[in-house]
């Protein structure tokens, strides 16, 4: 047939074979021949049988989206799957890896799906701000009912091949050589006779759905949604399928489809997924990476426990070193207790656990570290004490070991300087908790040899996080950027708005919490800690905090907290207090919108963000949109804080930047030259 497509006989069943590495995607070259040969088989009396499998690590894992937006070449996936769907004989989908998307919408075509017992199934397409567009909202309901089709589509989260099994979109689980087994299940389906009847038709478990049940169920999940549009998208197609006949529904899924494949939001989103595999992109593919078989982190606190969990969780055997063996036990006591809660949350199972705390061994010797291949700090945020720490581990780490700082703000070079090996030195930079955080930033100092970047940032990937590399400056690119967003912010109040109307513009916006609400969560005492180690400070948050006000730990803080709430409540005292503030500054207070807050938080943000990419902090202005969307909550369907700017438009906030510097007289809204070029052109420099 073709290089992607192939056909054999086996003894009257037709095994038609994607071969379209590295993920067999449904790419124009796949679908014109695969049309094809269901067309010649429709009507081949040689064969009584088609098994549809592929070649590889995987079976078709989702349609080209380079695709998106760009002319459609037919035949499409729809075209396909209505073809399938009118063969007499019966139709075999064998899974292997996973069928992820159109894989799964071609699967579901097919009369029968049988699937390798590690295989993954699932309709994804939410995360990239669309919905199923070849007929998955249809017809996966008509298999698992339309509730259990709702929560895997709106959830875009894959599921087990037996889990499938038991939802009912799959008939059989394989061990072993799938394609025999899809084979011989195709032999049994012959003998056992049609009719054979494809999903479209099988309308059983639509007609028992409960639809105040489902419109209930779908409601909440449009809470959930936080201004996303897919899901809402999403929840009224398979509403459709309920409803509609299959044919009005599969038109309206359509044009569903069309109306978020042309917005902005699956925009931004296709732009975070393809930022995402940019950003793991390092110069020297070639070099020969480090061997990284065991982990040692210095520190069992909050930072480095979760340091700790996740390199047990991608099955890395770690050290944890402590000063004293009192630590040392409450480190490991607080590991323990947080399997404990994912066991009885039903997330990991009792046997996953016990191996997980396996792999951990607790030391207060540094000559216990000698074995590891990379080795963290997570200590007191202090250049003398990092810089001690450093000192240790160059006596102790084996040659070619790869040592790493945690530090959030410091200067990774002068760590590096305080031994006699800085190109094994980089930062490390997780994000709080550390096991559950996707955000890694890898900072290369001067010094950092290639292969130990490229070794880590490897190593990255393989416990699950989403690395940037990013460069030396205080805070590097995330942390620097929220110093920048955060400059306003008593500004803001001490001229009249108050916490809550800050923050609700900040939700309104798409954020899942404002700054004072984030700051409350986090602890109002971490900032000042910081802002005195400085010589900075706070006008009202240090005034809080000297009132022994820090947030949710303390039932006070910006909000209140109510019987240990976890609920912001706004506080008349807070709120009286910044105004006597504001009357001993002389300052007037008036009424501030929403606008102006966007304005004179978010607009800094990109300003600073463009500060970071002229001096090349960040390789590529895609790579800051990853750190923030990983790491801090910007909303996902504006893409990301430099995606955003080209939403809003270059050239409008420059104008706003230059009015608010014009009206305060502050640094934090003169505008960047890269700045200034982005609003003449459209596109950032890289």
């Not at 950003?279 to 210095?298: S, T, W």
């Not at 390199?311 to 409450?330: K, M, Y």
């Not at 006596?395 to 006699?420: E, F």
């Not at 409350?520 to 000042?528: E, F, Q, R, T, V």
């Amino acid at each position: 047939m073709s290089s992607s497509v192939s056909v054999a006989n086996e003894n009257g069943i037709a095994v038609v074979t994607i071969d379209n590495p590295p993920v067999n995607a449904l790419s124009f070259h796949v679908r014109k021949p695969l049309y094809e040969a269901l067309a010649a088989l429709r009507d081949d009396p040689a064969a009584s049988a088609i098994v549809i499998a592929c070649a590889g690590r995987t079976f078709v894992a989702g349609a080209d989206i380079t695709e998106f937006g760009k002319p459609l070449q037919h035949p499409e996936l729809r075209a396909i799957i209505a073809l399938l769907e009118t063969l007499p004989k019966p139709t075999v989908a064998a899974i292997h890896g996973t069928a992820l998307g159109g894989g799964l919408e071609l699967a579901l075509g097919c009369h029968f799906r049988v699937a390798d017992r590690s295989a993954k199934l699932g309709l994804p397409e939410v995360k990239l701000g669309l919905l199923p567009g070849g007929g998955g909202t249809v017809r996966l309901p008509r298999l698992v009912g339309a509730a259990k089709a709702l929560g895997m589509i709106v959830s875009g989260a894959p599921v087990s091949a037996d889990d499938a099994k038991a939802a009912g979109f799959v008939d059989a689980v394989f061990d072993g050589d799938l394609l025999a087994q899809a084979i011989r299940f195709a032999n049994e389906m012959v003998a056992q006779g049609g009719p054979f009847v494809p999903v479209r038709d099988r309308n059983d478990r639509l007609a028992a759905t409960d639809l105040a049940a489902f419109d209930a169920l779908a409601a909440e999940l449009a809470r959930k949604a936080r201004g996303l549009e897919a899901p809402l998208a999403c929840a009224e197609a398979v509403r459709n399928a309920i409803t509609l006949p299959f044919d009005e529904a599969l038109a309206a899924e359509r044009q569903l489809f069309l109306k978020l494949v042309s917005g902005d939001q699956s925009r931004a989103q296709r732009h975070l997924f393809f930022a995402e595999r940019e950003a793991a992109k390092l110069p020297g593919k070639d070099l020969q990476r480090r061997r990284i078989e065991r982990i040692g982190v210095i520190g069992a606190g909050t930072m480095g426990g979760g340091i700790a969990m996740a390199f047990a969780n991608g099955g890395l055997p770690v050290t944890l070193l402590e000063t004293s063996e009192e630590a040392l036990r409450r480190g490991l006591a607080t590991i323990d207790k947080n399997y404990a809660v994912s066991v009885s949350r039903g997330s990991l199972t009792d046997e996953a656990k016990q191996k997980r705390v396996g792999l951990f061994k607790g030391s207060t010797d540094y000559a216990d570290l000698a074995d590891c291949d990379l080795i963290i700090e997570a200590v007191f945020e202090d250049m003398a004490v990092k810089k001690e720490v450093f000192g240790k581990l160059d006596a102790i780490a084996r040659p070619g070991a790869i040592l790493a700082t945690n530090t959030s703000y410091l200067d990774v070079d002068a760590i590096a300087a305080s031994t006699s090996r800085p190109g094994d030195v980089l930062g490390m930079h997780f994000f709080s908790p550390a096991n559950v955080m996707k955000l890694l930033e890898i900072v290369r100092a001067e010094k950092t040899a290639p292969d130990a970047l490229a070794t880590v940032a490897d190593l990255a990937r393989r416990i699950g996080k989403v690395a940037v590399v990013v460069g030396v400056c205080r805070g590097f690119v995330g942390n620097r950027m929220l110093s920048a967003r955060g400059a306003e912010n008593e500004f803001l109040l001490l001229e009249g708005a108050t916490p809550h109307e800050v923050d609700k513009a900040f939700t309104d916006f798409g954020w899942p919490m404002g700054p004072f609400q984030m700051g409350d969560l986090a602890g109002l005492d971490i900032g000042w800690r910081n802002r005195k180690a400085r010589g900075l400070t706070a006008l009202i948050a240090d005034t809080l905090c000297e009132q022994g006000h820090f947030g949710q730990k303390t039932g006070r803080g910006w909000y209140r907290y109510e019987s240990g709430s976890r609920e912001p409540v706004a506080d008349p005292e807070v709120e009286a207090l910044i105004r006597a503030k504001a009357e001993e500054l002389g300052i007037t207070q008036r009424d501030i919108s929403a606008d102006e807050v966007i304005e004179r938080t978010l607009y800094p943000l990109v300003n600073e963000g463009a500060k970071i990419l002229e001096e090349g902090i960040a390789a590529r202005a895609s790579d800051i949109d990853v750190v923030w969307v990983n790491g801090y909550g910007f909303p996902i369907g504006k893409g990301g804080p430099m995606f955003w700017a080209g939403l809003e438009g270059g050239a409008k906030i420059v104008e706003r930047l230059e009015h608010w510097h014009g009206w305060t007289g502050r640094a934090i809204f003169e505008p960047a030259p890269a700045l200034r070029r982005f609003a003449e052109t459209g596109a950032w420099e890289s």
